[in-house]
């Protein structure tokens, strides 16, 4: 279809606000650790800004591009958006719930991050909000799905599109994961908030929130190999080394990526060492779509450098449009990915999981993986997305194409410094590395290095919003691009296994309800006392 | 479905691979007995000030040596500070929180463990040779949760 989509484009463009704002953030962030002084720096604005920068990253920036991508998707895969109108009043809903959120936060009513553990309380309209935000997620799941009930009506028997069958995926993931945050927020937080209840107990509610906090990363991560196997191999001239094994790597996903939220705990009290083991078990297993992954997008990028003519074993590397600003985002998000994984893996991996607990090391993890992997990849997309959304040409392709290379940079200079720092033993979210201004020796050089890292990040964030605003208001009128899929090596016109969405839905919540039911029920048989609300910010 | 060969043995091979970091995981808590962290207790709160163990934090010896130090952590402060153990002795910790939830990290060592309102964390650990290290909070606990600091001092064994 070509035409332009109001309704997908507005969801990137709120994505990028969010991002924008919370860049700038980051790097006064990065500085004030490094103890480099600049106006109005003080530790009520630091945690502030923590928290501002953790909400509007992790949960507004992603939340929206994702939903945004899941319209234009929906649209382009079935011909089709059944719920318009819902979808429309569930973005003014995501809109209200996110902007009341971050007013709370700047009024300094909120500062509890976005991990929002209790007993620390935040405004009741914090809680509120980001509500919202997920009730609006759980309506565009539900239009997306009902687009995809009506084109199989249509289509019975036919496998549906890949970058559907993707989507699909990371909405029933969606739904698991957010069942547990539902209990906590609205049956733990809000009514404790508003002083309806008295206490709440914080282990319990920590629990809820893991149990939708690891899924939360998938819920990023998915869309983005979405992007990586339906259109990276497009973009890049070739085709889909394997169209099968790419749907076993969604389903895997939604069956293995909740089970796992004990991996955040393993320095909690009130879970025994042995779901904590199960949980280990549950979180290397869901490593395993990800090396699948590796090979088959990689094995794409080698087809597309032998269509180009390359003979040797590695000089279809060469080959490839390490120009284009999509392709050269989604190839340098895959390598810090490389490293990325393996870091997870050691932060996976039970007892080793005491030397970088809560450390800087954490930080400088999660910005490798959610950072760089999904943001990188999301700033690459909205290049490729904007054209076709809006119809207006990329203005300022220049900065574009050097950007994700700016963004590398930055990365590697950020996270590399913070993992090393939090391995010498620098506490994560900490205002100044100096801590009461007596230590850091340890760390300090570290810690300036990674500011250089944040200001490079920032100059990148600065040139992306750059293009995005450009484009938006200045670019080019065109008519919309075509969207063009990868098509795979081998294509697939049968069902399989993997398409049997209820099957592995059952299979799913089962799991879930083993990994927590019975850890709870344990932790809920003791003698609990809760805590009344703290506000020390 | 159809598997390209390459792949195949890729997909063989990742498999493998985790199953051999599995392998190091299952080893050591089998033979070592390793593992996080894990007590489950619970404790009032809002009373650990009547609490005949947190009422007053500190450093109790044992019969055979060991030593048990009770910690609460409170915004911005552990108590008792400084800690003061005995070297190549087992130290049980048992931390918890009078107030939101804080961390408590042995800088340099692995003794890890959240402080959280209502629970009791314990672990034990032993300290080679005596030696001064840092306490640090690495939960976010305030606005003063960087000046959260505390000493851990370890003596010589008295004989």
Redesign the interface.
Known sequence: MNGRQPLAAVHIGVAVAAFGVASAMGVLQALSIADINFPYRSESLYYLSVTAHGVLMALVFTTFFIMGLGYALAQEGLGRIIGRGLAWIAFALGLVGSVAAAVTIVRGQSSVLYTFYPPMKAHPLFYIGATLLVVASWIWGGVVIASYCSWRREHAGVPAPLSIHGMLATIILWYLATAGLAVEVLAMLIPWSLGLVGKIDPELARSFFWWFGHPLVYFWLMPAYVLWYTVLPRVAGGKLFSDSLARMVFILFVVLSVPVGFHHQFADPGISANWKLVHTVTTYAVLYPSFVTAFTIIASLEVAGRMKGARGLFNWIGKLPWRDPFFASVALAMIAFTFGGFGGAINAAYAMNSMVHNTAWIQGHFHVTLGTTVALTFMGATYWLLPRLLGRELRLPGLARIQPYLWFIGIVLFSTSYHIAGLRGLPRRVYSASLTGEYGAAWHGLTRLAAVGAVVLFLSALSFVTVVVATWFGGKRIQSLAFEFASPLRPVTALCVWDRYGLWTVLAVLLVAVAYGYPLLHLLAHRRYGSPPFQPF | ????L??RI??WA??G??LL??GA?FL??GLQA?????????????TLATNPEFGTPAVRPRADGSVVVSVVAQ??SFSPDPIEVPANRAVTFRITSA???H?F?V??T?????A???????FTVTFKGPGEY?I????????????M?GKLIVKKESP
């Open positions: 479905m159809h598997v390209e390459y792949e890729w997909m990742a498999a691979l985790l970091f599995l995981i050591t808590v390793i593992q996080p962290p894990s007590h489950i207790e619970t404790v009032d709160p809002t915004t911005f107030d939101v939830i961390g990290e800088v340099g692995n003794a890890n463990a959240m959280i309102p209502g629970y009791v964390s314990q840092l640090g909070c690495h939960e976010y606990c305030g606005t003063m949760h960087h000046n600091v």
